[in-house]
């Protein structure tokens, strides 16, 4: 199985803010947890990019500690008031990360720092290191089995995201269609980690990874 993402002392992911999750009470970097607010009419809602107006309620990206604080009523009790909690929230928490991913991605690209395509992404690993491979659920396994072992052979512990269709990838980076795509190093692609770390927790995934055994072996 690829290892889960973990920091180390110095590592500067490691480093910024810190919020203590209402579940578990660990106290982690902002970058670690999820960030929900109460909105104007009492509802809970996720909010990924940190944008929202209010109290932030954090928790730790797990589905486990979501459903203990639902179940114990945790969000009320760090608001100090009734929250209303929508009865798909699991869903609607995936859902803004994922779209938290998809959004940074565009921005990366509009930023010169993807490259997409088989070819071009193939001569970029060959060629030099690059910050993570992106590629569709929906691949043909040819083309993905080719992909992967090339990265495997420059960049052995190169992260490797496998969550979305080549469409959802292909509206990100303003396509049709994209089924490979890397992110180049810089700050984005730290972000990228940190985002599919958040979305790989809450949906069990192991690190950052696919959710292709073939990936994880």
């Known amino acids: 199985m690829c290892p889960a993402v973990s920091h180390e002392p110095g590592d500067p992911a490691s ?13 982690r970097p902002k970058d670690e947890l999820l960030r929900f607010v109460v909105d104007p009419d009492g509802a809970l809602v996720p909010d990924p990019a940190g944008r929202l107006p209010g109290r932030g309620l954090w928790l730790s990206p797990r589905r ?28 609607r928490t995936e859902g803004a990360l994922r779209r938290r991913f998809l959004e940074l991605l565009g921005l990366a690209n509009r930023a010169g720092q993807t490259v997409a395509g088989f070819q071009k992404a193939r001569a970029r690993l060959a060629a030099g290191e690059v ?63 940190a985002e599919a770390r958040r979305l790989a927790g809450l949906t069990g995934e192991n690190g950052i990874v696919s959710r292709e055994p073939s990936l994880s072996s």
Request: with cysteine.
């Open 64 to 91: 486990d500690m979501l459903e203990k604080a639902c179940a114990r009523n945790l969000f009320a009790k760090a608001a100090k008031a009734s929250v209303r909690l929508p009865d798909d929230l699991p869903e």
């Open 131 to 193: 910050a993570m491979l992106v590629h569709a659920v929906d691949a043909a396994e040819d083309g993905r089995q080719k992909i992967v072992a090339l990265a495997r052979a420059r960049q052995p512990d190169l992260p490797r995201v496998a969550m979305f269709t080549a469409a959802e990838l292909g509206r990100a980076v303003g396509r049709d269609e994209v089924v490979h795509l890397l992110v180049l190093p810089g700050g984005l692609a730290e972000r990228l980690k």
């Open 15 to 27: 480093h910024g803010p810190q919020r203590r999750c209402i579940a578990s009470g660990e106290v």
